[in-house]
């Protein structure tokens, strides 16, 4: 089964001497790590409503939180205890927080698969982070919307992929303190704007951004554009 991992950040994280490298390299060789990257700081992040007929963009996060996630890693393991041993090994779990979220298969219908990649070259430039928002005034998104969004991006190289995740009741938190091992329910942060989906985007800023705002979730949640820290040219 997949699993998204987000690092997060956590002021009451812990000093770390562990080479992250050293995990991504046990875990890709266990065959369980399938992919990761790191995102620049969340200060760089754009925001993305549409209400009604308004697109309302703002520079930074949905919220001022103190938790932000800094990067994310997809795994296939066995089942969550195998997540969790993943999660648990990882640098950030004692330096941050690190979440487990399951991926929710959803067949959008023909045409809209993920382009294929090879582990940590998605090719992507942008990460798109799809949120809940209790006040949007909109029902979820319609699945045939999302399903010619997700076609339109393909066509245009905008999109390059996403994953859906299953709801945040569903998530695990996992965080090392003092070298005791918490593993908890719930999410990094503690806000009703969870984590509902990522995509893969390319092109440049505001081309993502544009793309970003025509997607049905963009109507219904909060749509988040962050950077890949990665160097593309």
Known sequence: MKYVLFIATDPAGEPIDQDPEAWVEEWNGR???LEGMPLKPVAET???RVRGERVLVTDGPFAETTEWIAGYDLLEAADLD????????HPMATGGRVEIRPVEP???????????????????RYLGVFRADPDAPAPGPDRAEVAEWVRAGLASGRYLGGEHLRPVEDATLVRRRAGELLVTDGAYADVPQWVTGLVFLDGERQE?????ARS???????AELREFWADFA
């Open 216 to 222: 049905p979730m963009a109507r219904t949640g909060i």
């Open 106 to 124: 959803l067949d959008l219908g023909p045409g809209t698969a993920n382009l294929p990649h090879a582990g940590d070259a998605p090719a992507a």
């Open 46 to 48: 754009s925001t993305v």
């Open 31 to 33: 065959g369980v790590r």
């Open 208 to 212: 993502a951004l544009d793309y970003l």
């Open 82 to 89: 195998e997540a969790i041993e993943a999660a648990a090994a």
